[in-house]
């Protein structure tokens, strides 16, 4: 399988596809045994949950539901590595909960948008459900999603909303769809798709590469220029070694990297770095600044550094494609690095970087989260809010990012702490990276997000892999996605 398909390819086509991935913002497939307690998940949130030695989540007194009554509540739910700790914390619920049944029903991740949709039109959608930036906008134009801040008002002690990222929340009610309204609570959340780097150093010391410096070590301090040199001189295609695979397929993942080349440092980017204009109604590829970035990636695609669809893991490699197989410098990735390290074990050193910063001095950022959403027709809007502060807790987003599979959730308290820093120093970079803001997702004004991301993938793709250049692949791509963007709202 290719090693591009295996890390990247099934994460940007198809509805649903971006962050599909093993142990990303939202990935399926597998299973996997949560960690054991002995880790510091239990301490993180006493008042919500701890965890046993055996993986399993024991109740705990707080968010309990108020109604009393005998409830059954109806939870979507993703199966699958990196959505452990969700079943996981429903039982924390219902075991503090013992008059509320929560009844769970799994959807492949690739399904949910669309299934969201069809239940919510046919009055048979759950209680609560779990989505994806891309997806809610349209949900909550559709009247789907209940609003939550008289809610968040009516039990803000147990909500501790003030923990939330500002950035995110922003977002959030900034979205066309939501209009100023809070629908939704964030879980795992991250700075894109190609938010850090991982670096095999031990490719890079045999090709006698400088060493990283302990500034860059410590604070990612380094440029895209530092990195296209690290690739071009370790990189070894002729002898499969590749240099670098990166996330430019979709305009989630693209944007987080073209942003890096705004004319001013950051933390925010310029509006002519983003491939979506700021008003979500045009479509910026053209860009100068947009061009650019596409075309150091191109270059190095051109320049046989890149692994494409055509090339294959060689027969008997372990890995989940060609890094962490040993065959490849670098990689980006969310900044997520669970899965690559139980992937690589003692196979080779390796370290993860921030992205790096672009010609004028900025580091290109996209939101991208997942979330859960109450049906806006639930017949039990307290007994489930207390559920969704449960899945969406403290102690659920801890366990996520330190135990689990996945990315630690959107909470200010979960990033900053020091436990997590000291099992995954990335994620200290990361923390400060969320203080100073991250720049928006990118969402079409008509709110016709998953069409626009199948085509902007549809139509780059043959640039992606080297058979078209710029002048073949942009004006079919510019014209796709502009019809799209010039279409009403569903």
Same mark, same amino acid.
């Given at each position: 399988?290719?090693?591009?398909?295996?890390?990247?390819?099934?994460?940007?086509?198809?509805?649903?596809?971006?962050?599909?991935?093993?142990?990303?913002?939202?990935?399926?497939?597998?299973?996997?045994?949560?960690?054991?307690?002995?880790?510091?998940?239990?301490?993180?949130?006493?008042?919500?949950?701890? !965890?046993?030695?055996?993986?399993?989540?024991?109740?705990?007194?707080?968010?309990?539901?108020?109604?009393?009554?005998?409830?059954?509540?109806?939870?979507?739910?993703?199966? @699958?590595? @990196?959505?452990?700790?969700?079943?996981?914390?429903?039982?924390?619920?219902?075991?503090?909960?013992?008059?509320?049944?929560?009844?769970?029903?799994?959807?492949?991740?690739?399904?949910?948008?669309?299934?969201?949709?069809?239940?919510?039109?046919?009055?048979?959608?759950?209680?609560?459900?779990?989505?994806?930036?891309?997806?809610?906008?349209?949900?909550?134009?559709?009247?789907?999603?209940?609003?939550?801040?008289?809610?968040?008002?009516?039990?803000?002690?147990?909500?501790?909303?003030?923990?939330?990222?500002?950035?995110?929340?922003?977002?959030?009610?900034?979205?066309?769809?939501?209009?100023?309204?809070?629908?939704?609570?964030?879980?795992?959340?991250?700075?894109?798709?190609?938010?850090?780097?991982?670096?095999?150093?031990?490719?890079?010391?045999? !090709?006698?590469?400088?060493?990283?410096?302990?500034?860059?070590?410590?604070?990612?301090?380094?440029?895209?220029?530092?990195?296209?040199?690290?690739?071009?001189?370790?990189?070894?295609?002729?002898?499969?070694?590749?240099?670098?695979?990166?996330?430019?397929?979709?305009?989630?993942?693209?944007?987080?990297?073209?942003?890096?080349?705004?004319?001013?440092?950051?933390?925010?980017?310029?509006?002519?770095?983003?491939?979506?204009?700021?008003?979500?109604?045009? @479509?910026?590829?053209?860009?100068?600044?947009?061009?650019?970035?596409?075309?150091?990636?191109?270059?190095?695609?051109?320049?046989?550094?890149?692994?494409? !669809?055509?090339?294959?893991?060689?027969?008997?490699?372990?890995?989940?494609?060609?890094?962490?197989?040993?065959?490849?410098?670098?990689?980006?990735?969310?900044?997520?690095?669970?899965?690559?390290?139980?992937?690589?074990?003692?196979?080779?050193?390796?370290?993860?970087?921030?992205?790096?910063?672009?010609?004028?001095?900025?580091?290109?950022?996209?939101?991208?989260?997942?979330?859960?959403?109450?049906?806006?027709?639930?017949?039990?809007?307290?007994?489930?809010?207390?559920?969704?502060?449960?899945?969406?807790?403290?102690?659920?987003?801890?366990?996520?990012?330190?135990?689990?599979?996945?990315?630690?959730?959107?909470?200010?308290?979960?990033?900053?702490?020091?436990?997590?820093?000291?099992?995954?120093?990335?994620?200290?970079?990361?923390?400060?990276?969320?203080?100073?803001?991250?720049?928006?997702?990118?969402?079409?004004?008509?709110?016709?997000?998953?069409?626009?991301?199948?085509?902007?993938?549809?139509?780059?793709?043959?640039?992606?892999?080297?058979?078209?250049?710029?002048?073949?692949?942009?004006?079919?791509?510019?014209?796709?996605?502009?019809?799209?963007?010039?279409?009403?709202?569903?």
């Amino acid at each position: 399988m290719s090693g591009k398909v295996t890390r990247r390819g099934f994460l940007v086509f198809g509805a649903g596809a971006v962050l599909a991935g093993t142990a990303l913002a939202a990935c399926s497939g597998g299973t996997a045994t949560p960690s054991t307690a002995s880790s510091p998940a239990a301490a993180a949130a006493p008042t919500s949950s701890s !965890a046993t030695s055996t993986g399993k989540a024991t109740a705990a007194p707080a968010q309990q539901a108020s109604s009393g009554q005998a409830v059954t509540i109806r939870e979507a739910q993703f199966p @699958g590595v @990196g959505w452990e700790q969700d079943p996981m914390y429903t039982d924390v619920f219902m075991k503090a909960n013992p008059n509320v049944k929560v009844v769970t029903e799994a959807t492949p991740y690739g399904q949910m948008y669309q299934k969201v949709l069809t239940q919510g039109a046919t009055g048979t959608l759950p209680d609560i459900y779990p989505g994806h930036t891309r997806w809610v906008s349209y949900w909550e134009y559709k009247g789907l999603c209940l609003e939550l801040m008289p809610l968040v008002k009516t039990y803000a002690d147990e909500t501790k909303f003030d923990d939330f990222f500002p950035s995110v929340i922003k977002d959030m009610t900034g979205n066309p769809g939501a209009a100023g309204k809070l629908f939704t609570f964030p879980t795992i959340v991250h700075p894109g798709g190609n938010a850090v780097v991982e670096l095999n150093l031990d490719l890079m010391e045999k !090709a006698g590469v400088k060493p990283l410096t302990q500034d860059q070590m410590d604070n990612s301090n380094w440029t895209v220029d530092d990195l296209d040199a690290i690739v071009r001189a370790a990189g070894k295609p002729k002898d499969n070694v590749w240099g670098l695979t990166a996330s430019y397929s979709s305009p989630l993942y693209s944007t987080q990297a073209t942003r890096s080349w705004s004319d001013t440092p950051g933390p925010e980017a310029t509006a002519d770095s983003w491939v979506l204009s700021p008003d979500g109604k045009t @479509g910026q590829l053209g860009s100068p600044n947009v061009k650019e970035s596409f075309e150091w990636y191109r270059k190095l695609i051109a320049d046989g550094f890149v692994p494409t !669809a055509q090339n294959q893991l060689p027969s008997g490699s372990t890995g989940l494609n060609f890094f962490t197989a040993g065959q490849e410098v670098a990689q980006t990735n969310i900044i997520a690095v669970q899965a690559d390290g139980k992937e690589i074990g003692d196979k080779f050193k390796w370290t993860t970087l921030l992205w790096p910063k672009g010609p004028k001095g900025c580091r290109g950022s996209c939101l991208s989260y997942n979330t859960w959403s109450l049906n806006s027709k639930t017949k039990y809007p307290d007994d489930t809010f207390h559920l969704l502060n449960t899945l969406t807790g403290t102690a659920c987003g801890f366990w996520a990012g330190y135990d689990g599979n996945a990315v630690p959730f959107c909470r200010h308290s979960i990033w900053f702490d020091q436990r997590l820093w000291q099992k995954y120093p990335i994620y200290k970079q990361g923390a400060s990276w969320f203080q100073l803001g991250i720049d928006p997702f990118p969402m079409p004004y008509n709110l016709r997000a998953q069409e626009y991301q199948d085509a902007f993938g549809q139509n780059t793709q043959k640039y992606l892999d080297g058979k078209q250049d710029w002048t073949q692949m942009f004006p079919t791509t510019h014209d796709a996605i502009q019809k799209i963007l010039d279409e009403g709202r569903p």
